[in-house]
């Protein structure tokens, strides 16, 4: 008789920071993890799952990933969405864990096996002011980061993005009843923000990757003069210089400037990056499992990326559950156009809810070799850190008015 999935549970717990995990069991004793965390909307993905997918999930094969990956995608009608893809996602990565868990293999082996040694992550440098950043790049340095993004605050400015207190943890989402307000100039960004990468590289050298997220706030003109402003500076990527939907914004970007462009982590699907990467728009594809469809649907943008020279750049902030970390390292350690991997340690708390085999030495994650994702969740961790509602700040122009945050 074929195995069949006997029960499907959502766990939302708040070690530090809300997740949404799903928790599948099958009646041949093999249990199954994805991660469905959607930051500052979380509640929306559990309903999903635990009230529309979940029901459907009892009695199916867990094997046949890709029909109930299909089953779930075109069953529902109402296509894409952050909601829809994130749920899919948890059920996708669950799936591939038992799967991987049954043939004994750590997932990458299911993939085709190792194309490199190690995955390279890349650490977050950031600062009230100049001479903060600069030495947050020489601890990441220091820790064998080989690859360092630096955000610092711009003058006149509150609260501006990828700017945190604590220096080893950025949380951008507050815990209340309301999103915190942040305010912006890109009069301002512009003038300030090469300052930084000179100053970097002046004092740190050109022996190690250097990364910058201008977080959608720029038109496509400032986008392209900032980038050809800063080339010397040599940036391995600066992300999502402009909202990422439109596509077209990329053109104008790509016309004027080198500086490598990364975007994606806001896409939900293969056809919201088609023309980017098909065009050759972007050099990097920063999509990440939890919020596109999971391991099977990136795997799948990432092989069509690789046809035209795009490389991956997963997103990877705190956000991303140990669960969606690890799926994301598996495709990297077997993808032949991987590029770089975003990582922001979790808190101690999330660790011990979510215990895992990945580890990070030198500069690089390496997922391990426990079979299936090689991460778990302890339930009875996670009951004791309830949900805790929280929201993304929202962003201000100076005279008021809303911008992107
Ligand atoms: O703002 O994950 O590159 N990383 C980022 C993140 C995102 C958050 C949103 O939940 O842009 O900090
Ligand atoms: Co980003």
Same mark, same amino acid.
């Given at each position: 008789?074929?195995?069949?999935?006997?029960?499907?549970?959502?766990? *939302?717990?708040?070690?530090?920071?809300?997740?949404?995990?799903?928790?599948?069991?099958?009646?041949?004793?093999?249990?199954?993890?994805?991660?469905?965390?959607?930051?500052?909307?979380?509640?929306?993905?559990?309903?999903?799952?635990?009230?529309?997918?979940?029901?459907?999930?009892?009695?199916?094969?867990?094997? @046949?990933?890709?029909?109930?990956? @299909?089953?779930?995608?075109?069953?529902?009608?109402?296509?894409?969405?952050?909601?829809?893809?994130?749920?899919?996602?948890?059920?996708?990565?669950?799936?591939?864990?038992?799967?991987?868990?049954?043939?004994?293999?750590?997932?990458?082996?299911?993939?085709? $096996?190792?194309?490199?040694?190690?995955?390279?992550?890349?650490?977050?440098?950031?600062?009230?002011?100049?001479? @903060?950043?600069?030495?947050?790049?020489?601890?990441?340095?220091?820790?064998?980061?080989?690859?360092?993004?630096? @955000?610092?605050?711009?003058?006149?400015?509150?609260?501006?993005?990828?700017?945190?207190?604590?220096?080893?943890?950025?949380?951008?989402?507050?815990?209340?009843?309301?999103?915190?307000?942040?305010?912006?100039?890109?009069?301002?960004?512009?003038?300030?923000?090469?300052?930084?990468?000179?100053?970097?590289?002046?004092?740190?050298?050109?022996?190690?990757?250097?990364?910058?997220?201008?977080?959608?706030?720029?038109?496509?003109?400032?986008?392209?003069?900032?980038?050809?402003?800063?080339?010397?500076?040599?940036?391995?990527?600066?992300?999502?210089?402009?909202?990422?939907?439109?596509?077209?914004?990329?053109?104008?970007?790509?016309?004027?400037?080198?500086?490598?462009?990364?975007? $994606?982590?806001?896409?939900?699907?293969?056809?919201?990056?088609?023309?980017?990467?098909?065009?050759?728009?972007?050099?990097?594809?920063?999509?990440?499992?939890?919020?596109?469809?999971? *391991?099977?649907?990136?795997?799948?943008?990432?092989?069509?990326?690789?046809?035209?020279?795009?490389?991956? $750049?997963?997103?990877?902030?705190?956000?991303?559950?140990? *669960?969606?970390?690890?799926?994301?390292?598996?495709?990297?350690?077997?993808?032949?156009?991987?590029?770089?991997?975003?990582?922001?340690?979790?808190?101690?708390?999330?660790?011990?809810?979510?215990?895992?085999?990945?580890?990070?030495?030198?500069?690089?994650?390496?997922?391990?070799?426990?079979?299936?994702?090689?991460?778990?969740?302890?339930?009875?961790?996670?009951?004791?850190?309830?949900?805790?509602?929280?929201?993304?700040? *929202?962003?201000?122009?100076?005279?008021?008015?809303?911008?992107?945050?």
């Amino acid at each position: 008789m074929t195995d069949s999935i006997i029960n499907a549970k959502v766990i *939302v717990t708040c070690p530090g920071r809300n997740f949404v995990t799903l928790r599948l069991e099958t009646s041949d004793g093999l249990t199954g993890v994805g991660d469905g965390t959607l930051n500052g909307r979380e509640l929306a993905v559990a309903t999903y799952l635990q009230d529309y997918i979940c029901p459907l999930l009892v009695g199916r094969d867990p094997e @046949q990933i890709n029909d109930t990956w @299909q089953y779930l995608y075109r069953g529902a009608y109402w296509r894409r969405g952050p909601v829809t893809m994130c749920a899919i996602a948890a059920v996708d990565m669950a799936l591939w864990d038992i799967k991987a868990k049954r043939a004994g293999m750590p997932l990458y082996q299911l993939l085709g $096996g190792r194309a490199r040694n190690g995955v390279m992550v890349y650490g977050h440098a950031n600062g009230r002011d100049i001479p @903060q950043v600069l030495d947050e790049v020489a601890a990441y340095l220091d820790h064998g980061y080989q690859a360092v993004r630096v @955000q610092v605050a711009i003058p006149g400015l509150d609260a501006v993005y990828g700017v945190s207190e604590n220096r080893t943890f950025y949380e951008p989402a507050t815990v209340g009843e309301r999103p915190q307000e942040s305010t912006w100039s890109t009069e301002a960004y512009l003038r300030f923000i090469p300052s930084l990468f000179e100053a970097v590289r002046e004092r740190h050298g050109f022996g190690f990757r250097l990364l910058h997220d201008a977080h959608h706030r720029l038109t496509p003109t400032e986008a392209a003069k900032l980038g050809k402003r800063i080339e010397d500076y040599d940036l391995f990527w600066l992300e999502d210089p402009t909202p990422a939907e439109d596509q077209d914004a990329f053109r104008i970007i790509k016309q004027h400037t080198v500086t490598p462009i990364a975007v $994606g982590e806001v896409f939900n699907t293969i056809w919201d990056c088609q023309r980017l990467i098909s065009e050759r728009l972007i050099d990097f594809i920063r999509v990440t499992p939890v919020h596109a469809g999971g *391991v099977s649907h990136v795997k799948r943008i990432a092989e069509y990326a690789d046809l035209y020279g795009v490389r991956t $750049g997963f997103h990877g902030a705190t956000d991303m559950s140990p *669960v969606c970390l690890a799926a994301a390292l598996h495709l990297d350690i077997s993808l032949p156009n991987f590029g770089l991997q975003e990582y922001m340690t979790h808190t101690e708390q999330t660790n011990e809810v979510f215990p895992h085999s990945y580890r990070f030495e030198n500069g690089f994650l390496h997922p391990g070799e426990e079979p299936g994702l090689g991460v778990d969740i302890d339930e009875k961790l996670a009951a004791r850190y309830p949900y805790r509602k929280a929201y993304l700040p *929202v962003n201000r122009l100076l005279d008021g008015s809303m911008h992107n945050w």
